[in-house]
């Protein structure tokens, strides 16, 4: 959602087209370090890319909330819908094009995993060792263009609305292993008290890009301030920035986690 306003809030906008002063993002809030809830406020989420996109938004010369769009499944279809205006990291594909306008470069990369028992590790190099085996997935979860056809044509994936259901499962041997990416997935597992229980298997199946999507229903995003947001965010993307925000909030999400808090 936004704000309009009949004044002229950004520099270069054309009087004609409505100006914004308040943006909405959201993402997956099973994430950290990227994303996660604050325990302090749940109905808002914390971390890197929540970072990353209050500080376009300084950039923009406006607010950019990011908040809780309930389960990864509905957080998108809260920003194709155009009631929350972003998602703030988000894997590309052709199918998500459809709907999503991405900004360009991806501002971060992270590499998705293999997850299984510690004690049931089984052989994996490649993609066809996971044939014929049980895995696990969030619906409506994309690991990239290649692995996701190939996935679809070659194994067999369960896809459940939380990554702590998918974790679960796995705990409960109701599957071989999980897909998930990294950070979260180490983030997760102390969270749950499973990090001694599971083990992520090398190499991983990709490394994606991260990219700031935005909702083609937005009515305040105009195409005066879609190029603005195009060049802001080029600026972010060619800084340390983006890694030393996800460098912060590991540390972060440490520290909340040795204290007790959680959402």
């Not at 306003?5 to 993002?25: F, I, K, Q, R």
């Not at 376009?56 to 194709?80: K, M, N």
């Not at 997935?185 to 102390?190: D, E, F, I, K, S």
């Not at 802001?232 to 890694?243: G, N, R, T, W, Y």
Request: aromatic share 8%.
């Amino acid at each position: 959602m936004c704000v309009a306003v009949t004044m002229l809030a950004l520099p270069g906008l054309a009087l004609s087209e409505p100006a914004c002063e308040h943006l909405t993002a959201t993402g997956n809030a099973e994430y950290p370090p990227y994303l996660w809830r604050d325990p302090h406020d749940p109905g808002r989420l914390i971390g890197a890319n929540a970072d990353l996109i209050k500080h376009l938004g300084t950039l923009l010369g406006l607010r950019i909330d990011v908040v809780y769009g309930g389960p990864w499944s509905r957080a998108q279809e809260e920003v194709r819908a155009g009631r929350i205006d972003m998602l703030a990291g988000y894997f590309l594909t052709a199918d998500r094009e459809q709907t999503l306008s991405f900004v360009k470069p991806a501002f971060l990369f992270t590499p998705s995993m293999v997850w299984v028992r510690r004690d049931e590790v089984f052989p994996y190099k490649q993609w066809s060792d996971l044939t014929g085996r049980s895995g696990g997935t969030l619906v409506n979860n994309s690991f990239g263009q290649a692995f996701d056809d190939y996935a679809r044509a070659n194994l067999s994936l369960e896809e459940v609305p939380t990554a702590s259901q998918a974790f679960q499962k796995l705990i409960l041997k109701r599957n071989d292993y999980v897909i998930f990416e990294q950070f979260p997935g180490m983030a997760l597992a102390r969270k749950l008290g499973i990090e001694g229980d599971v083990v992520a298997l090398e190499p991983p199946i990709n490394s994606e890009g991260l990219y700031l999507a935005l909702s083609a229903k937005a009515p305040c995003i105009s195409a005066s301030l879609r190029k603005q947001i195009d060049s802001d965010m080029q600026k972010i993307v060619s800084s340390p920035l983006a890694q030393d925000l996800v460098k912060a909030n590991l540390a972060l999400w440490n520290a909340q986690q040795k204290a007790g808090l959680n959402p």
